[in-house]
């Protein structure tokens, strides 16, 4: 009986690892999802900005009429 129960705890084990080893590897996997989104945003960020000053139009900084 005790060897059954060391035979199980065992195979727990190693399921377990098993199972973090998976996990890890989909952690590192969406990491570089989430990096290579992340330099997207910024390049879409930075493209937005740039076209969205080039559309602006100049104001002049004046006085009000009443001034």
Known sequence: M????LTTLEIR???Q???IE???G???EQWTVI???QRKLDALTDRFLALEEQAAP???VTKPPHW
């Open 2 to 5: 005790p060897a059954d129960r």
């Open 13 to 15: 084990a190693a399921e």
């Open 17 to 19: 690892e098993r199972t």
């Open 22 to 24: 998976e996990l890890s």
């Open 26 to 28: 989909q952690i590192a």
């Open 35 to 37: 990096e290579r989104m």
């Open 58 to 60: 100049d104001v002049p």
